[in-house]
């Protein structure tokens, strides 16, 4: 050992502190030392377990008795040493550089501040002016009593009613409406909130009107939503995607999130499987399914037995089917299928038939975790490796040496992913070769922790979808952009705590995506919505937008090696 263990005058702990495998000449005695050190791990992971398990039924017997149990006090960030999050590892520090933020600000009115003329000496001269902008808004009523012209005409037996401006229809203004909906999906802003505030500037407006305002007869905006996610797949063959829970009448839902660069969609649905996925690629459409050899070629990775394949091939061929059509189908020529069996069938012609469609936009590469619903559905899937990052945060080596060996894995993980964003700077084959032997080589060493080398090898498992960035250097390296999309919705949540209906919710979707990609193209929310309102049409459809940047911006596949 590095040095003599006195166990007469150290605890058990001091002496794991100082016990080195590596130090060990003899190699039988260093394989015994890290089974020993290993299963200290192992029997520290599980005390720890069961002390949670134990405080749980502590808790749950508590709130039985009519008590409380104990309160989930959430560690202070700064003091807490498994944070899982990897922003100062994998971030370069950069010079700060503060710009000017008047050259952004629209100039309303200008107004000459005139110096006192009887304050000046004789002799003074006049020089120009210096500039200052001051920023403010005026916030008023604009209350107005429209007198609409009304004609009769006895030889029509019909009233002519003259109609109001566009925007002002069921007594309140576009101003109102806009700036509701823009403080409350844009702002975070309560219902219950924005009573307050308008009845504080003088506006009367019922809890019920407020509600539908926000919620009904919003077509106009569904139908551009629509239109911003063909143009937002067409934009580029990878997409990033990302689920979060969602409540919906007390119920269980999930929250899809599907963007790149240039736009943001949300999209809810009763469940998470790998059918949910399907329907949100294809905007939530009704399911359609089809028996053809991309069919046969999933069921081959599905694992299904070759006589259920044989008996599918019975059935009609290249033929779209909906959903009850297909099932009916199984029921009556396949009825003794395991229900997983079934499910399996029903993704793969499911998926057969999104590829093989051509009225919807198809993603070629999806960036996301390695949820199991995800895996399939697309040519290739680019992982997340900030998100294989977390899986290494998140053990809780007890024993020094492990911990330092977790250290220094860690600092070499994120050395490796700098590498790979220099990389995407300047591709060549010869750095993809390197930094493919280096991935092997980082991922394949063993450290003696039996922890750390478990999850190397699952990591190692993956290093197709790890490194697909080498073949497509466009591809980003992280899932960021749709984890905090989803993050933003669950602020919205634990603000508004859920919706009650499928139409909120339906609402809360299509909003709460208008805002993310009017910010991302760099358009006022607010003046969007006013506009539509207005139907003024100043501001071009957001499809449109993206379209155009998408063409002056490749996000697509430029480069791949040999």
């Known amino acids: 050992m590095t ?32 089974i020993l050190l290993n299963l200290i791990e192992q029997l520290q992971a599980e005390v720890k377990e069961l002390r949670a398990e134990n405080q749980q039924l502590k808790d749950e017997n508590n709130r039985l008795k009519g008590e409380q149990g104990k309160p989930d006090i959430k560690a202070n960030k700064k003091g807490f040493t498994n944070n899982q999050s990897s922003e100062k590892e994998r971030k370069t520090p950069k010079k700060h550089s503060k710009g000017s933020k008047n050259e952004t600000i629209k100039i309303d009115r200008e107004e000459i501040v005139k110096y006192p003329q009887d304050k000046l000496p004789a002799d003074a001269e006049f020089k120009g002016y210096q500039e200052v902008i001051i920023q ?49 999906y844009g702002g975070n802003m309560t219902q219950g909130k924005l009573l307050e505030f308008l009845e504080d500037i003088g506006i009367s407006i019922s809890a019920g009107y407020l509600s539908n305002l926000l919620i009904k007869n919003q077509t106009e905006f569904e139908t551009e939503k629509s239109e911003i996610y063909a143009s937002g797949l067409e934009s580029s063959p990878w997409q990033h995607f990302d689920q979060t829970g969602a409540r919906v009448g007390g119920v269980n839902y999930t929250t899809n999130v599907v963007c790149n660069p240039l736009y943001t969609i949300y999209l ?53 089917f909906t959903e009850a059509e297909f099932n009916a189908l199984l ?10 069996q079934r499910t399996r069938i029903t993704e793969a012609a499911a998926i057969a038939f999104y590829h093989q469609q051509t009225d919807w936009p198809v993603v070629e590469t999806l960036v996301c975790d390695d949820a199991p619903q995800f895996k399939l559905l697309t040519d290739s899937i680019a992982l997340c490796w900030v998100h294989e ?17 977790l250290d220094d ?14 990389y995407k700077d ?137």
């Not at 029509?156 to 003259?162: D, E, Q, R």
């Open 3 to 34: 040095q003599k263990l006195d166990s007469s005058k150290k605890s058990g702990e001091e002496i794991l502190q100082t016990i080195e495998p590596k130090g060990i000449a003899d190699e039988s005695m260093r394989r015994t030392v890290e």
């Open 136 to 184: 403010d808004i005026i916030l008023e009523t604009d209350n107005v009593l429209f007198r609409k012209e009304k004609y009769y005409s006895p030889s029509a037996g019909k009233t002519y009613l003259a109609e109001l401006p566009c925007g002002y229809e069921g007594e309140f203004g576009l101003g109102i409406k806009a700036l509701v909906i823009s403080l409350y």
């Open 268 to 320: 809810t649905t009763a469940s998470k499987d790998r059918l949910s996925v399907v329907r949100v690629l294809q905007n939530e459409r009704e399911l359609e399914l089809i028996l053809n050899q991309l069919t046969y070629d999933l069921l081959e990775a599905f694992q299904i037995p070759t006589k259920w394949k044989t008996a599918l091939k019975l059935l009609p061929q290249e033929t779209v």
């Open 331 to 340: 029921d009556t020529y396949l009825s003794k299928l395991g229900s997983q």
């Open 389 to 405: 990052g977390r899986h290494y945060k998140k053990l809780t080596p007890y024993v020094a040496c492990h911990q330092k060996a």
């Open 409 to 422: 894995f860690l600092d070499d993980f994120w050395d490796y992913y700098r590498d790979l964003l220099a």
């Open 426 to 562: 300047a591709p060549s084959q010869q750095t993809a070769e390197k930094l493919r032997s280096e991935f092997w080589k980082l991922f394949d060493t063993k450290s003696g922790y039996q922890q750390l080398d478990e999850r190397k090898r699952l990591t190692l498992l993956k290093s197709s979808e790890l490194l697909l960035v080498l073949e497509h250097p466009e591809l980003p390296l992280h899932n960021n952009p749709a984890e905090l999309a989803a993050r933003t919705m669950v602020q919205r949540r634990n603000i508004s705590y859920a919706t009650q209906t499928l139409e909120g919710t339906q609402a809360w979707d299509t909003f709460m995506s208008l805002v993310a990609t009017t910010r991302k193209l760099g358009i006022s929310f607010f003046e969007y919505v006013r506009d539509r309102i207005s139907q003024l049409g100043n501001i071009p459809s957001l499809a449109t937008i993206i379209r155009e940047q998408s063409s002056l911006n490749s996000f697509g596949y430029s480069w791949m090696p040999e």
